[in-house]
T-cell receptor, first 110, second 116 residues
Framework: GQSLEQPSEVTAVEGAIVQINCTYQ??????LSWYQQHDGGAPTFLSY????GLEETGRFSSFLSRSDSYGYLLLQELQMKDSASYFC???????????FGTGTRLKVLA | DVKVTQSSRYLVKRTGEKVFLECVQD?????MFWYRQDPGLGLRLIYF???????EKGDIPEGYSVSREKKERFSLILESASTNQTSMYLC???????????????FGPGTRLTVT
């Protein structure tokens, strides 16, 4: 079957660094993406990794290891507004569709 | 500013009713998607379309159908609504080229459907 595993909840304090891991098992793989969703809001795209390594975009970085079927999202200098759910998603080969993980709820404490 | 809009934010329907959810995007995207989102289950793909009048089943198509008569509009139809279709429904669109950002999906605000 196809599955993505990520922690259900992570808590951290303002200013800290947090890492959200994602392991996947899918048939066909083009890349790994991360989406952010605030309560009541729509998911918004954060990052996409097609090759191994680290991609940095401001305070957020995303990492992929294709050989380990593993990736993570790293959030630095946490702010209260980063409190949201974060979904990893595998972009599958052959089509333009995603398989989404079940999401990680990040709580940032003051 | 790119935009995906959905016809309703909240909808309450009775069991057995036919329900139409509409999605419109203004980005001239070829690909459009319908997901449902349930607590603890993430986003699950119902149907997607990569061109006008084209449709493909996603992971959970049972009980749903879709229509894509125009490029900008993708409709989700619940032929006979049931209580287990109570959920948040999200529409998304993307460009067709993987190398030109086709991996970035733009989501609408969602429709929270309650079937009683």
């Amino acid at each position: 079957g196809q599955s993505l595993e990520q922690p259900s909840e992570v808590t951290a304090v303002e200013g800290a660094i947090v890492q959200i891991n994602c392991t996947y098992q899918t048939s066909g793989f083009y890349g790994l993406s991360w989406y952010q969703q605030h309560d009541g809001g729509a998911p918004t795209f954060l990052s996409y990794n097609a090759l191994d390594g680290l991609e940095e975009t401001g305070r957020f970085s995303s990492f992929l290891s294709r050989s380990d079927s593993y990736g993570y999202l790293l959030l630095q200098e946490l702010q209260m507004k980063d409190s949201a759910s974060y979904f990893c998603a595998v972009f599958t080969s052959g089509t333009y569709k995603y398989i989404f993980g079940t999401g990680t709820r990040l709580k940032v404490l003051a | 500013d790119v935009k995906v809009t959905q016809s309703s934010r909240y909808l309450v329907k009775r069991t057995g009713e036919k329900v139409f959810l509409e999605c419109v995007q203004d980005m001239d995207h070829e690909n459009m998607f319908w997901y449902r989102q349930d607590p603890g289950l993430g986003l699950r793909l119902i149907y997607f379309s990569y061109d006008v009048k084209m449709k493909e089943k996603g992971d959970i198509p049972e009980g749903y159908s879709v229509s894509r008569e125009k490029k900008e509009r993708f409709s989700l139809i619940l032929e006979s609504a049931s209580t287990n279709q109570t959920s948040m429904y999200l529409c998304a669109s993307s460009s067709p080229s993987r190398d030109r950002g086709g991996y970035e999906q733009y989501f609408g605000p969602g429709t929270r459907l309650t079937v009683t």
